[in-house]
């Protein structure tokens, strides 16, 4: 089940650069290799800019601006890109957590891999998307 399209939500992104012992890294690793069939959208990727720019968080995860740009430009190139051609807000209670679920839709996903898995059920069922764990998506990919 290698080839499970998925949209990252932006909290996986950030657990992968702060730890490197986790699903998340794991999950980041594999992005990197081109093993992921992964979708983003320009909202989406701006918001991952957004968050992961933010002098805090930075200084979480200890990176600089310029390590930031190039984990942007790998996640930049390793993914295919959704077009959003309309929305369907309201959806959900986070306005961010909207542009995941946009993009999943549009672009075809299984499932969004996330940590927050309340903020987008049950809306996401309507759209047959599984939300699930990095740790879950991992299991899924190595089995049969």
């Known amino acids: 089940m290698g080839d499970m399209k998925v949209v990252i939500d932006t909290n996986v992104v950030v657990a992968g650069l702060r730890s490197r012992t986790g699903a998340s890294f794991r999950l980041l690793e594999l992005i990197a290799a081109g093993s992921v069939d992964f979708v983003i959208s320009v909202p989406l990727f701006l918001e991952y800019e957004d968050v992961l720019k933010r002098p805090a968080m930075r200084r979480a995860m ?58 987008f059920l049950p809306a996401a069922t309507a759209f047959s998307l599984d939300v699930i764990y990095p740790k879950d998506y991992l299991a899924r990919r190595t089995s049969p």
């Not at 601006?65 to 051609?85: F, I, R, Y």
């Open 62 to 119: 200890n990176r600089t601006v310029q390590e930031v740009d190039t984990v942007l430009d790998v996640l930049a190139a390793k993914s295919s890109h959704a077009k959003l051609h309309f929305l369907w807000r309201p959806q959900l209670r986070d306005p961010q957590d909207e542009m995941v679920l946009e993009t999943a839709a549009h672009a075809g996903a299984q499932a969004i891999v996330t940590f927050n898995q309340s903020d």
